[in-house]
């Protein structure tokens, strides 16, 4: 089994939860064959912390960006993942992941994704579930089974080139996975004791508040072409799950805020429609059913792409 797996961290004023991270990484079964951490202006201890394990640790690499005066969430963490990225020939790897630094992650984690799409190779892209604390307890941020989680995206590197990388926009977590599904490929994550990691920081909180974070959110749905009907069955979903209600409420205010403003979109019209058919499947059939029958009517198109890369020459 080819296990060569690149991992890129966008970092900035990570030192709170970073360690605990590092520390799982490098503790994998399986190791990256490279780790670049990108220092993104922190102010904080981030940079002496990243010296140190990368001064035990041949495999992690420190990339320096100039701080920009700001967390930027969305545009940021791309534009310094790329940073990154642009240090690397990824024909060398055969998977690349893109790993938040505020995670805790099971001794097992790569090692299981890697099996995983070796026995399925239509899979671009897939993750566990994260999991919150909650006191002694541990909670799900019940995510979808059809997306990989932003903070930790893994993916086959085939896949990653097709869909031309991430998007420098919030909803980037979301609009790679609808492009993988467009492609043919299959997006997916699953909720097994092997691949379950703590997310030490609350999810959407690490800028200016969790209801910040929510409407955000809802301003990255409205940027990637999400219907009306579909924003607010996600929105009063969401409205069950800390904190109640009004996290659901600030999720459709963000959206119907940007609608009103006629905000900027997200420019592939194609790919929008894709994601709209794709959500009224979804509100008709339940989400289950209907990425299932969406996976089996876009297998085609990943079989015309393999049978092209398969026949294309080789130098």
């Known amino acids: 089994m080819n296990s060569s797996y690149l991992l890129i961290s966008p970092c900035r004023n990570e030192a709170e939860f970073m360690r605990i991270t590092i520390d799982s990484v490098v503790s994998q079964s399986v190791k990256p064959a490279k780790w670049i951490i990108v220092n993104d202006g922190s102010t904080d201890a981030s940079a002496s912390i990243i010296k140190?394990?990368?001064n035990l640790f041949d495999f992690i690499e420190v990339v320096n960006v100039p701080d920009?005066?700001?967390?930027?969430?969305g545009p940021g963490v791309v534009e310094a993942f790329n940073q990154g990225l642009s240090r690397v020939n990824l024909d060398d790897y055969r998977f690349i992941c893109k790993l938040d630094l505020d995670l805790d992650l099971p001794q097992h984690y790569f090692e299981t994704l890697m099996q995983k799409m070796h026995q399925n190779p239509r899979i671009g892209t897939c993750s566990g579930k994260p999991y919150s604390r909650s006191?002694?307890?541990?909670?799900?941020e019940k995510r979808g089974d059809e997306m990989s989680v932003g903070m930790t995206k893994f993916y086959r590197v085939s896949c990653f080139k097709q869909i031309g990388g991430f998007v420098s926009e919030v909803m980037w977590d979301a609009i790679d996975c609808h492009r993988c599904r467009q492609l043919g490929w299959i997006a997916c994550s699953w909720d097994e004791p092997e691949l379950r990691f703590v997310h030490l920081r609350a999810m959407g909180s690490s800028q200016n508040g969790i209801y910040q974070?929510?409407?955000?959110?809802?301003y990255g749905q409205y940027f990637m072409g999400t219907g009306l009907i579909y924003m607010l069955a996600t929105s009063v979903y969401r409205m069950l799950e800390a904190p109640y209600v009004l996290g659901g409420a600030a999720m459709f205010w963000g959206y119907l805020r940007s609608m009103i403003a006629n905000a900027p979109q997200y420019q592939d019209a194609e790919l929008s429609q894709f994601v709209r058919s794709y959500q009224w499947r979804c509100l008709f059939l339940g989400k289950r059913q209907a990425?299932?029958?969406l996976d089996e009517q876009q297998q085609p198109i990943w079989k015309k792409y393999r049978h092209r890369k398969r026949a294309a020459p080789t130098a």
């Open 52 to 54: 140190q394990y990368a």
């Open 68 to 73: 920009r005066g700001h967390r930027s969430v």
């Open 135 to 140: 006191g002694r307890w541990l909670r799900s």
């Open 213 to 218: 974070g929510k409407m955000r959110h809802g």
């Open 291 to 293: 990425t299932r029958q």
